[in-house]
């Protein structure tokens, strides 16, 4: 543990002067270290890392009450404590009772810390193999056009548009119009995505499939112990490390709600998080795939898969001749010829093309697959048992 904690500490010393924006990564940093099962190390890190969050700026409340929950899990510190602060300091955390160890959809075998979120819609049971969903929800995020326009893509939006209508055939994706969502371009911005996060969480139940497609530009920062990730909305400030902070979306927050608020025992996440030439600012490289770690957290509890375009050393390319970004344009071939097959069984297809076509330009791009288990069939084009249903449900 020692050997950690030392390694941690140069940059959450250098952290601790330069004020509130950075004591938000450190948060996030913080958050990095959640698993389900954390090891005591991790425990003590995130510890560490709040505790220098503090420190840079007293008046972030979640770093206060993000603490109180390491804390309390460690079975160190003074909780109580940290607690007043949070509750001084007004923080967002404490008042929507988030616990980022709290699986919504417990792995089996382990169980949840905490009762999953309550909801007045009756529980589904069915078997896990068993690809039939009662109703099937989609947030899709698309940006090409960013108020930074040194970040501007060719078709993301588009990439997004064509998934997004995709869903919406009733002969190919089986999704009701409205229970699918896209935000793109001036739309994309950090309220407006996190707002569709919300969303998706609030509407997905129990019995249901709930998809999330990104299509924009990913963050990562070399040295970065924590391996943390930020997804790159319309208004990101990426100038520099405090608006990136400030203005984009922590990888770890979307995992976050993929684990612990979303409810619906079949969920897939597909990241198309492109790739661009080089650096927007020294301290900002844009962008890079998912980090491994992330990959292992999304996926905790049952029936999570996750679809990224690229390994995390290599770039998601854009291909001109198709007007999609090379990931997309194999996933909607094989959305459209293969509806009716499981998650894993159009990956293997999808990375197959990926990587022969990026072969054939002398490029490397190889999607990546992650699962929570090898029981739960995903089929995004299976019919909903209920498809007329959602003009009955109650808006939560």
Known sequence: MIRVLLLLLPFAATYAQEGCPVSKDLVVRALELVSAQP?????ANGILLLKQAAQACDENGDAWYYRTVFERRLGQGNPDYSL??????????LRDSEDPFRLA?????????????????????RDPRDPAVAHKW??????????????????????????????????TG?????HVRLIADEDATTVNVRAGLNWLARMAGEGDLAVIYIATHGTAREHDVAGANYVVTYDTDVASLDGLYSTAIPM???????????RALKVALFLDTCHSAGAIAQTVTLPS?????MLDRIRE????????????????????????????????????????APLDRLYAWVKDQVAQDAERNHWKQHPVFSASDTESAIVIGAAPLNPTAFFKLPRR
């Open 39 to 43: 090891s005591k190390d991790d425990l």
């Open 84 to 93: 007043g602060k949070a509750r001084e300091r007004n923080s967002p955390a």
């Open 105 to 125: 959809t417990p792995t089996r075998g382990v169980k949840a810390s905490a009762a999953p979120i309550s909801t007045s819609a009756p529980a589904v049971r």
């Open 138 to 171: 989609a947030l899709v995020v698309g940006v090409s056009k960013f108020h930074d326009t040194r970040l501007n893509l060719r078709y993301t939006r588009k990439d997004a548009e064509d998934i997004a209508a995709l869903f919406k055939d009733p002969a």
């Open 174 to 178: 089986r999704f009701a119009p409205d």
């Open 252 to 262: 770890v927050e979307i995992s976050n709600d993929i684990r612990t608020r979303l």
């Open 289 to 293: 795939s998912i980090s491994p770690q």
């Open 301 to 340: 509890g049952t029936g999570r898969a996750i679809i990224a375009a690229s390994q995390v050393d290599e770039s998601s390319y854009e291909q001109a001749r198709y007007g999609h970004g090379l990931f997309t344009y194999y996933l909607l071939q094989a959305l459209q010829q293969q509806k009716d």
